[in-house]
């Protein structure tokens, strides 16, 4: 998947902490701006994956992605669990940016 942030539609990717979801993936991808980089994590939680509510949304906070089924709570600046009962981190994707362009990969 290719990105230009430059686009309009992809703004919030332009500040820390910014984030959107894309389609990709198993059931969507969440883009974040962190510090130094940008991350993409599949929007199919670790937990419970074959429910129909296995699927983790950013919270009002943009910190956090949480597990709509299980209410276990994932760090954005790096996929790891917060809290809840999932043992698993956020499946990541590969990122690169080339001139304003944001490249995800698996």
């Known amino acids: 998947m290719y990105l230009n942030l430059n686009e309009p539609a992809n ?3 332009t500040t820390i902490g910014g984030w959107r979801y894309a389609i990709g993936g198993s059931k969507g991808i969440i883009l974040y701006r962190g510090q130094d980089k940008y991350y993409a994590y599949d929007r199919h939680t670790p937990l419970n994956s074959a429910e129909n509510c296995a699927i983790v949304s950013v ?45 995800v990969t698996n």
């Open 11 to 13: 703004f919030e990717l």
């Open 59 to 103: 919270d009002s906070t943009s910190f956090f992605a949480v597990d709509s089924c299980s209410g276990s709570r994932f760090f954005l600046a790096d996929g790891s669990v917060v809290d809840g009962v999932a043992t698993m981190p956020l499946v990541q994707y590969e990122t690169s940016v080339i001139s304003d362009v944001l490249r």
